[in-house]
């Protein structure tokens, strides 16, 4: 099995984007076709989602399959990759405030452990450090506080990356075996925009800045690319971003990687830079 699931979800036009041309060709449950020049370039993925799946889709394909994971006691990742204005925050944290983290509602773990509880036919009792409210609201301040940050400076929140985790620990209580602790992880990672940051026109701490996300996303390429090798050096050390998912893209945390996509054709480039990544990570195994 691969470690690493690769989930595309292809954004919906938007705008004056209407009236475009597309770039892509959304063609089944798990490929699309880009529509290169002069031969259209065909991908295959774990799932692709199209421009009209909502986000109880997301849900039904990653979260809840995640969600499982987590309860079962393995630390879990999603990661979400793509151009700035591709959807990656729309789809970690659905539309905030009013929709709340749509598809992480936690309030529906408590549901799942009372269906485990039936089927491992032993008592669970799920004791949350706090209320599955509280998670909510935790990734929600989470959320607007990266927005107030990234204000400030002027600028949007496409210049820095977001890793929230949530910790959870079980306490299962079986008949005669007494009680045992289940902890694991589950962390939602909504990446910096991963077009080029133009450096360029940049000085002093933007520069900095910029200069600092253009490393993190390329060692997150070059990890991605030696894990694919097999290769025993694997540079985690070399950004931040890398030595904190470490865990999730090397070790044996079951991680999904959510690559987001426009599909029009003035997003071409940034769409196709965005499918040779999400290729390269379903080649992890
Ligand atoms: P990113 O975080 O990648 O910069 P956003 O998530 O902020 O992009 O999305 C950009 C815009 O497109 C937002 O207005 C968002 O509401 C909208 N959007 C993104 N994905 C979808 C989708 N799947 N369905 C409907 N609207 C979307
Ligand atoms: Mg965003």
Same mark, same amino acid.
């Given at each position: 099995?691969?470690?690493?699931? +690769?989930?595309?979800?292809?954004?919906?036009?938007? %705008?004056?984007?209407?009236?475009?041309?597309?770039? $892509?060709?959304?063609?089944?449950?798990?490929?699309?076709?880009?529509?290169?020049?002069?031969?259209?370039?065909?991908?295959?993925?774990?799932? !692709?989602?199209?421009?009209?799946?909502?986000?109880?889709?997301?849900?039904? +394909? !990653?979260?809840?399959?995640?969600?499982?994971? !987590?309860?079962?006691?393995?630390?879990?990742?999603? #990661?979400?990759?793509?151009?700035?204005? =591709?959807?990656?925050?729309?789809?970690?944290?659905?539309?905030?405030?009013?929709?709340?983290?749509?598809?992480?509602?936690?309030?529906?773990?408590? %549901?799942?452990?009372?269906?485990?509880?039936?089927?491992?036919?032993? =008592? $669970?009792?799920?004791? &949350?450090?706090?209320?599955?409210?509280?998670?909510?609201?935790?990734?929600?301040?989470?959320?607007?506080?990266?927005?107030?940050?990234?204000? *400030?400076?002027?600028?949007?929140?496409?210049?820095?990356?977001? +890793?929230?985790?949530?910790?959870?620990?079980?306490? #299962? +209580?079986?008949? %005669?075996?007494?009680?045992?602790?289940?902890? =694991?992880?589950?962390?939602?990672?909504?990446?910096?925009?991963?077009?080029?940051?133009?450096?360029?026109?940049?000085?002093?701490?933007?520069?900095?800045?910029?200069?600092?996300?253009?490393?993190?996303?390329?060692?997150?390429?070059?990890?991605?690319? *030696? $894990?694919?090798?097999?290769?025993?050096? !694997? &540079?985690?050390?070399?950004?931040?971003?890398?030595?904190?998912?470490?865990?999730?893209?090397?070790?044996?945390?079951?991680?999904?990687? #959510?690559?987001?996509?426009?599909?029009?054709?003035?997003?071409?480039?940034?769409?196709?830079?965005?499918?040779?990544?999400?290729? @390269?990570?379903?080649?992890? @195994?």
């Amino acid at each position: 099995d691969d470690s690493i699931k +690769v989930v595309l979800r292809i954004r919906p036009p938007t %705008g004056k984007e209407t009236a475009e041309a597309a770039c $892509l060709q959304h063609t089944g449950v798990d490929t699309l076709t880009l529509l290169t020049n002069p031969e259209p370039t065909f991908y295959t993925l774990d799932h !692709v989602a199209g421009g009209s799946q909502a986000q109880a889709h997301m849900h039904k +394909v !990653v979260g809840r399959p995640i969600v499982d994971n !987590v309860l079962a006691g393995f630390n879990s990742t999603i #990661i979400a990759y793509g151009q700035t204005g =591709s959807g990656k925050t729309y789809t970690m944290l659905g539309e905030l405030p009013e929709e709340g983290a749509h598809w992480w509602r936690l309030s529906q773990i408590s %549901g799942i452990v009372g269906s485990s509880c039936r089927s491992l036919e032993c =008592s $669970l009792r799920f004791q &949350p450090p706090c209320a599955a409210g509280d998670v909510l609201r935790l990734l929600t301040k989470g959320a607007a506080y990266r927005h107030t940050a990234t204000t *400030k400076m002027n600028d949007t929140s496409s210049r820095s990356h977001m +890793v929230m985790t949530c910790s959870l620990e079980m306490r #299962i +209580v079986e008949e %005669g075996a007494g009680v045992v602790r289940r902890r =694991s992880r589950l962390s939602l990672v909504d990446l910096a925009g991963s077009e080029r940051q133009k450096a360029a026109d940049t000085q002093g701490d933007r520069l900095k800045e910029a200069q600092a996300i253009n490393k993190s996303l390329f060692t997150l390429g070059q990890v991605i690319n *030696k $894990l694919t090798e097999g290769s025993a050096h !694997v &540079p985690y050390r070399e950004s931040k971003l890398t030595q904190l998912l470490r865990e999730s893209l090397g070790g044996n945390s079951r991680t999904v990687i #959510i690559p987001t996509v426009a599909p029009c054709a003035s997003c071409f480039f940034e769409t196709q830079s965005t499918l040779k990544f999400a290729c @390269r990570a379903k080649q992890v @195994r």
